[in-house]
């Protein structure tokens, strides 16, 4: 094995990665997973993430982080450390971009609301963002005359399927292999740096957080003290205008990934010879990932991730916003699974294809689920609001 990359551990680019679902004939200049990625980019579940909340609801501000743009930062991270490892960026780019493709408007507090009234109405396995990313790749997004979905790879799929976070639970059972591919392990660890980053910069511009409050041996804490160091060499006359406490916060959420991705790098070549994995068969079968932060380090991260848990995504401010969109959720979904007629009509014909209770009521789920903050605020205050208001029309999901 190379000393400095992990390329005998990349995704090969034929079957059974590459299978898809329905055969394609035709040429294509691009490899499988470039084809992935591109089909991504274009789905229209994609172009909705950029209307759906990080952690604050999109309406209260334009600069804070939404579903599309943590997308784009978890998909640069991966990128990056997937290309240092000698792995294949164009999967790890297409899972990145399609990893948070199921869930709902609202956050994390939209899928447990969804997760709730799914329970509440008999439905034991409740909601499950990834079960419903692939739900959305391979049956609801609409681009093919002759079948449903955007047909993605194998590999990708899996990769969506077992993302796997503090907040995401990999879809049950999806595949035989105990690992999932490096390039979604180099996934699931660039969604922990990029939101660990954003969400705390996000928390301190919105007055929340102060960074020199957080445990003195946080990444973010190591990161703060690098950024303060610049400033204090950087010369007065060339200092940019604006708040010193966002340029600083910017520049510790930088030095926090170029912290991580380094760890991450070193570590995982240590773990893979220390483990003898010299394949890419070795590496799906092992007993843990292969790509990894030092213990220490992962440690750290989820200290933080424990402090934002409380200092932040527990706020008065956030909590609030959460119960709002809880509420529209649990409204909405009360209305329409009693009155299907209210629904598009895509979504009545799938109701009605549907032999079991339990499945009708999935399909309300997967219609809500598709909305984006405002199309959910908009959808209520139509069904709800007295108020004479003009209904307009809205292009399905």
């Not at 292999?177 to 922990?192: G, S």
């Not at 960074?211 to 946080?218: F, K, R, T, V």
């Not at 092992?286 to 992962?298: C, I, N, R």
Request: with cysteine; aromatic share 8%; charged share 25%.
């Amino acid at each position: 094995m190379p000393e400095t990359t992990l390329k005998v551990l990349r995704t090969p680019a034929r079957p059974p990665w590459t299978d898809r679902r329905y055969p394609e004939a035709g040429e294509d200049p691009r490899s499988p997973f470039q084809r992935d990625r591109d089909r991504i980019l274009h789905a229209a579940a994609f172009e909705r993430l950029q209307h759906k909340t990080q952690v604050f609801i999109v309406s209260e501000g334009d600069y804070f982080r939404t579903r599309l743009t943590h997308s784009l930062e978890v998909a640069q991270i991966a990128r990056g450390l997937a290309g240092w490892l000698g792995l294949d960026t164009d999967l790890a780019e297409a899972i990145a971009l399609a990893h948070d493709l199921g869930h709902t408007p609202f956050g994390h507090a939209g899928e447990e609301t969804l997760n709730r009234v799914l329970q509440e109405h008999g439905v034991e396995e409740g909601w499950n963002s990834n079960t419903h990313s692939l739900v959305v790749v391979d049956e609801l997004e609409v681009a093919y005359p002759d079948h449903p979905g955007l047909n993605l790879t194998f590999a990708t799929r899996q990769g969506i399927a077992r993302h796997q976070s503090p907040f995401d639970r990999p879809a049950p059972a999806f595949d035989r292999y105990p690992q999932p591919t490096p390039e979604a392990q180099v996934v699931n660890l660039a969604d922990m740096i990029a939101y660990a980053g954003h969400d705390v910069e996000d928390a301190v511009a919105a007055g929340l957080l102060d960074p020199a409050a957080l445990p003195p041996d946080s990444p973010w804490q190591v990161a703060w003290r690098r950024a303060q160091e610049e400033w204090k060499t950087a010369a007065p006359a060339r200092r940019p205008a604006g708040s010193r406490t966002l340029l600083l916060a910017r520049r510790a959420r930088r030095h926090l990934i170029d912290q991580a991705v380094r760890a991450a790098y070193a570590y995982s070549l240590q773990r893979a010879r220390a483990a003898g994995i010299t394949t890419h068969a070795a590496a799906v079968a092992a007993d843990a990932p292969v790509v990894a932060l030092p213990p220490e380090e992962a440690a750290a991260f989820e200290a933080l991730v424990r402090h934002l848990t409380g200092a932040v995504y527990g706020s008065a401010l956030v909590a609030r916003q959460n119960y709002k969109g809880e509420t529209v959720l649990e409204r909405l979904f009360d209305i329409l699974a009693t009155r299907p007629k209210l629904l598009p009509p895509s979504v009545q014909a799938r109701m009605e294809a549907c032999p079991q209770e339990a499945d009708r009521l999935r399909e309300v789920a997967y219609y809500l689920a598709s909305l984006t903050d405002r199309g959910a605020f908009d959808l209520y205050a139509e069904l709800t609001d007295p108020r004479e208001r003009a209904m307009g029309h809205r292009r399905e999901p």
